[in-house]
């Protein structure tokens, strides 16, 4: 194998033919393992034969043709893993938002929730939203929010109490309640 793929990097057209075809069945079994997709092995080993025959010119053969072909599968099959992972998933819903927040952690606030405290947050005094940020949205203790704000324990303390106080009597007008 090693040999036909020298005589291919020479520009030998046969060899090239007879060092796929010698490898093909190996790079389907090794990619179909790795991947764990046995139908996406075909592409996967097309997309490596296109990598070595474009990387041949650089091959040496200090080491066998089939190690440098499997370490070319594996980066490809391994390029294939983070393209998809970094596609955005097709969701088979038409209330895709009803879906998103049913997925969420805990107790996290829907979308609508999140952008109506960015809100209400944005009113705040500067220092208060931050001290509220840090505590109640970060879930920083209050000694380490006050070192990242310089500031004493109890100032934190009481910008959290007043922004608390600020949101909910903000909270109540917004949905015509008498403040309280």
């Known amino acids: 194998m090693t040999r036909w793929a020298l005589a291919a990097r020479a520009g030998d057209r046969r060899a090239v033919e007879l060092f796929c075809r010698a490898v093909r069945d190996d790079l389907l079994r ?19 034969l296109l990598r070595a025959l474009r990387a041949l010119p650089a091959f040496e053969g200090r080491c066998p043709a089939r190690v440098w072909l499997l370490s070319i599968a594996r980066r490809a099959a391994a390029d294939r893993v983070r393209y998809e992972r970094s596609r955005p998933r ?3 819903t038409a209330d895709w938002l009803a879906t998103v927040e049913s997925e969420q952690r805990g107790q ?8 109506a405290l960015a809100e209400l947050l944005a009113r705040l005094p500067s220092d ?9 949205i970060a879930g920083l203790p209050y000694a380490e929010a ?17 922004a608390r106080q600020t949101l909910l009597s903000e909270l109540a007008l917004a949905e015509g309640e008498p403040a309280g």
Do not use: H
Request: with cysteine.
């Open 146 to 162: 006050a070192a990242a704000s310089g500031c004493p324990i109890g100032t934190v303390r009481s910008r959290v109490a007043r």
């Open 90 to 92: 097709l969701a088979s």
């Open 108 to 115: 996290l606030p829907g979308f609508e929730e999140r952008v």
């Open 30 to 48: 090794y990619l179909a393992r790795v991947s764990g997709d046995p139908q996406g092995a075909e592409d996967l080993a097309q997309e490596t």
């Open 128 to 136: 208060r939203a931050r001290a509220f940020r840090l505590t109640q």
